[in-house]
């Protein structure tokens, strides 16, 4: 059986995926960055990717032709918690077989693997994100454009540098 790569920034998540797709019976490792990407690409067998479109410092559509060049007929499922319709266009034109926004269940990703390449279901997500996962994610993306310093993300987001700490230190419930 060919393995699975999970490419994703957020090491709880993709070591916690990455733990379920084991427990499922599928070979699974993980990368936090381009270069381990590729690197564990050239290292085994992977037949299947998922995709972070946001990864600390990179954007994960420019490591699709890379990926997709490394392992010809390789499937690619974006998951991303920034969805937009032309990111989902922007990944499948460059070789991604399949979009998915966070947050989705083991089994909706697997399936994923299976759709058409290059169909994309537009429908809005079954539930809209909690307020807790939205709050998350912004001060992720405040940390991301203030490079992981935290006072000048809390001065991004109109807060004390104390509050910001204590957010930090209270995952949202989803992300755990």
Not at 5 to 31: K, N, P, Q, Y
Not at 74 to 85: C, D, E, F, P
Not at 112 to 140: D, K, V
Request: proline content about 6%.
């Amino acid at each position: 059986m060919s393995g699975m790569l999970i490419v994703d920034d957020d090491l709880v998540f993709s070591e916690v995926l990455a733990g379920a797709l084991r427990r499922r019976g599928h070979r699974a490792t993980t990368a936090d960055n381009a270069y381990s990407a590729v690197a564990r690409m050239r290292e085994g067998d992977i037949s299947r990717v998922v995709l972070d479109l946001r990864l600390a410092t990179e954007n994960g559509l420019d490591l699709i032709p890379t990926l997709c060049g490394l392992a010809p007929g390789v499937r690619i499922v974006v998951l991303t918690g920034y969805a937009s319709i032309a990111t989902a266009v922007e990944a499948i034109k460059l070789g991604a077989h399949h979009y998915l926004t966070k947050p989705t269940d083991l089994p909706a990703l697997l399936a994923a693997f299976e759709h058409e390449p290059g169909t994309i279901p537009l429908e809005p997500a079954p539930q809209p994100a909690s307020l807790e996962r939205i709050e998350w994610e912004t001060i992720q993306q405040a940390l991301l454009e203030a490079e992981g310093n935290v006072s000048a993300a809390a001065a991004r987001l109109g807060l004390h540098r104390r509050t910001l700490q204590r957010k930090l230190k209270k995952r949202p419930a989803g992300l755990r």
